[in-house]
Nanobody, 125 residues
Framework: QVQLVQSGGGVVQAGGSLRLSCASS????????IAWFREAPGKEREGVSL????????YYVDSVKGRFTISRDKVKNTVYLQMNSLKPENTAVYYC??????????????????WGQGKQINVYS
């Protein structure tokens, strides 16, 4: 179900930065897992980063460690993905996905019941 509102994205030169936002309508006291996925041209959807709100554990795919940071604002009920030192291979449509039943991190998109509409990120050389 498309029940998450995404903001951000756009076009940036290699080495630049962008921030994605994902707002949800659930109670701030809810425990959930929210993850960022991306689909690059000709590639399968892959997990990028996720956060488990039960303990605020964060996880990243190896290729973005040290460059991307996931965080959340409990008051605004919004999760962010700060992307620094962007590379052309990061070009993709980025989706946030959320699930209220998971109590562990998963990069399997089929595990999630809610998702945003996606935002295009284009990184050029």
């Amino acid at each position: 179900q498309v029940q998450l509102v995404q903001s951000g994205g756009g076009v940036v030169q290699a080495g630049g930065s962008l921030r994605l936002s994902c707002a949800s309508s659930g109670r701030t006291l809810d425990y959930y897992v929210i993850a960022w996925f991306r689909e690059a041209p000709g590639k399968e959807r892959e997990g990028v980063s996720l956060i488990v709100t039960s303990d605020d554990s964060a996880y990243y795919v190896d290729s973005v460690k040290g460059r991307f940071t996931i965080s959340r604002d409990k008051v605004k009920n919004t999760v962010y993905l700060q992307m620094n030192s962007l590379k052309p291979e990061n070009t993709a449509v980025y989706y946030c996905e959320k699930d209220h039943k998971l109590r562990y991190g998963s990069f399997d998109s089929k595990e999630y019941n809610y998702w945003g509409q996606g935002k295009q990120i284009n990184v050029y050389s």
